[in-house]
C-alpha cells in the first residue's frame, strides 16, 4: 500500500473508531438506543470495509466478529449493560491498536495476540455462530462457504407491479422470513430521470443471495402470487460464486468497468470478455443487452458475481463523488504555503516601506491595494489550518468514564462549543495538558460520592469543558462542581514544601499561582492518575509555550473552573511598533489600548502615571533592555492591557501598525522574559516581539512591591 | 375507525423540507413533486425524514432518485434524519451506504 492510501486509511479508520467510542459511552448512558447501536454498526462496518480493500486481515475478521455481535444486539438479543459496553470498548482500543501497527507499517503482525484472543473468546460468547458473510470475509475456507452455500436470486418487476398490489420490499422481506440474506444489491440503475420517472411505475431490481434450508421448490412456491408481476431467476448454490466475490470486494477503489473487474478477479478470461463483448455488439435489439445479461445468458459468469462487481463500481463512483470535495492535503505542504504567506507578508511590508519613501501616490494607491489583498491571503491561509477543538474534545469521554470508573465516582461530562476553532498546530499540543487538568479535575476536584451527598449535593459529578471565541483568542473552560480549592491547605503545602515563608501573606490570586510551581501537590493519596509527577507546572508551561495563559476562579465546595486562554494562531499577527534608540520593538496589536505622551504627570519614584486622573503602573522599556538612560525630549507611553490590568510602556517613539510573521527565538534570548518571539521587518531587519503578559506582572508587581515597602 | 392514511410535506424555508406520514404509492406523485419541486428551489436541501410512518418501494425508488440528481446536479443534499421505518427499508435494501447518513452533508 502507498504512503497516501495508508495515511488515508489510517486517518479515517481513527475518526471511525471516535465515532464507534462516543456512540459506545452514549450507548451506557442512555440505555441501548437503536440509533447508537446503528451508529457503533456503521462504524465497525466501515472500517472493515476500509481494511478489506488492502487485505488487512487482522482488522477485518476481527470487526466481522464484532459486527456479529452488534447486530445481535441490533435486534434486540444481547441486552446492553456496562460490561457489555466496556467489552466492546476494549475492542475499540484493540483496533486502535492495530490501526497504530498500519501507521508503524506492521500491520501484519499482532501487536497484542493474548488481549485478542481474549477478546475474540469473549465476543463469541456473546455471538456464538456466524453466519454468511462472515465465511466470506474470512476467507480461506471455501469448504465452509460451500457448505454454507446459498441460492442466488435475480428479481426484476413489472412496471406495473407496485399498481398491482405488489411491493417490491414486502417480497424482499418474505424472503428474509424463509432464510437469512447474505448479500443484496438494489439496482438503482433502471430508474429513470426524475422528469422522465412515472412515480407509480417500479423500476426496481434486486440481486440477492439467500442462505436458506427449504428446498427450492418451496422457494418457488413463495413467488407464485408475485409470479405474473416479478421476474425470478434462481440459480442453485455454487461455491467458487463466493470466491470470487470475496476476491472482487477486495479490491482497491478505482473507477473500472465490470469487464474488467470481472476479469481481474478471475471470474472470466479476457478471451471469454471479448466474446462475451462481440456479442453484445453483434445484439441487433436496441438498446444492446447489459454485459452482465450477455455473460449470464451464455452461463460465463454466475449472476451474483456480476452483482458483486456492479456494487464494487457503484461504491468507487460514490466514493469518487465525495473526494472531489474535499481535498485532503499533506500537512507539510500547507506549513510550506503559511511559510510562503509569510515571506509574502514580509515582502509586501518591505515594498510598503519603500513606497511610502518614494511619495508617490499611484504607486501607493496600488501598495494599498496589493496590501489588503496580501491581508486577504495570510487570512485565508491561516484559515485553512484551523480546525474544530472538538478534536481534542472528542476523547474526553472516554477519559473521563474510566478515570471515574477507577476511581469509583459518578461524573457527568457536558462538552459545549466543540465547533471552537484553532490553528491545528495548537491542537496537537492541547491534547495532553487538557487531558491532565480532566484528570486532575476528576481525581482532586470532585469528591467521592459518600462526601457529595453528605455536604447535599447531587451524588452525580459534573464536568464541563467549554470553547468560545473571545476577540483574537480562543477560551478553554474546564469546570467541575467539586470541592473547590482550599486555600490553607494549599499554602500548609507550600509552606511545607518550602515555597513560600511561613509568614507570607498572600493574595487568593497569588495561592493559586502555587499550583503551578514545580514539584507542588496537595494530594493527600497519591494516585496512580494524577499524582505521577508530572504537576500542573507542566501544563502551565505548555500552555504558555503556545502565548497562552491559565486563571483559576474557585468557589469553597462549590468547585473550581480553569480557563485557558490561547491566541487564535501562531503564525502571523497584527503588531504595533515602537522603538528605543533605533531598535524597533512590536506590540502584539490586540494587547494595545492607547498611546499618549509622556507628560509631567508621571511619579518617577513610583513608577505612576496618571492618565485621565487615574493612576497608571508604567515600565521604561530601555530599562529592561539595559539601554543609556533617556537624554530626548518627549517619550511616548503604550497603554497595553492583559485580562484586568493595564500598565504603561515608555518608549521613544511610535513607528505605527504591522504584520508581523511570527519566528521563534534563538536560543540567546531564551532567558530574555520580556520577549515571546521576534519577527523581521519590511526593511528585513530584525525586531523583537514584546511579550504583553510578563510586562504587565512586572510593571503591576514593581508598583505593590514599592507599596508594601513603603507601609 | 382507522386514522386515514395520509401524506403531507412542509418546507417552510427554502432548502429544509419535512415530509409528514406515509412514502407510499398511493401518494407517490404528490412525494414526486414536493421533493423535485424543493430540489429546483435550492442549492443545498435537507430532507427530515423522523415524521416517515411507512415507505415501500415507490417511496424508496423517489428518494434513490432524489439522491441523485441532487449530487448530478450539483447540489448538497443532507437527511436531517431518518424515522424508524425508513431506517428499516434501507436497511433491507442495503442502500444506507448509497444514501448516506442523516447529519452528513452529501456533495456532488
Redesign the interface.
Known sequence: MDNTARATLIFEARELLADMENALLELETQGGS?ELI?AAF?AAHTIKGSAGLFELELITSFTQILENVLERCRSGQLKVDPDFVSLLLQCCDYLAALVDAIERQTEHDDPNPELRAQLLERLGILAPQSRGLTTLARGKSPESTAAAGHWHLSLR?DPQ???KGL????L??HL?ELGTII????R?DL?P???Q?D??R???A?ELGLSTSVAGATLERAFELSRDYCEVRMLPPQSRVADYIQVIQGMPDSRRRVGELLVASGALTQEQLQDALDSQAAASREPPPRLGEVLVREQLVAAPVIAAALKKQ??CD?RR??D??LVKVDAQKLDQLIDLVGELVIASEGARVTVGRARVPEMMEAMSRLGQIVEYVRDRALDMRMVPIGEVFQRFPRVVRDVAKELGKDIQLQISGAETELDKSMVDKLADPLLHIVRNAIDHGIEPVSERVAAGKRAQGRLRLHAFHESACIVIEIADDGRGLRREKILAKAIERGLVAADAELTDAQVHELLFMPGFSTAEVVTNLSGRGVGMDVVKRSVEELRGEIEIATRPGQGTRLRIRLPLTLAIIDGFQVAVEDTVYVIPLESVVECVAMSGASDDSHNLFSLRGEPLPYIRLREIFDAAPFDGARESLVVVSHGEQRVGLVVDRLIGDTQAVIKPLGSIFRGTRAVSSSTILGDGSVALILDVPTLVGRAAGAVSAGASARA | MAMTAMFNCLEPRNGVLTLYGELTLRHAKQVHECLFGALQRTKALEVDLLNVTHLDGAGLQLLVVLHREALASGKSLRWLGFSLPVQEALELLQLSELLGTPGAVLWS
Open positions: 437503536s446503528n456503521r418487476f407491479a407496485m399498481q411491493d417490491p420490499l414486502a424482499v422481506e428474509r448479500y443484496l444489491q438494489t438503482t430508474i430521470p426524475a422528469d420517472l412515480p407509480e417500479c423500476y426496481l434486486f457503484q461504491s460514490e463523488v465525495v472531489q470535495r
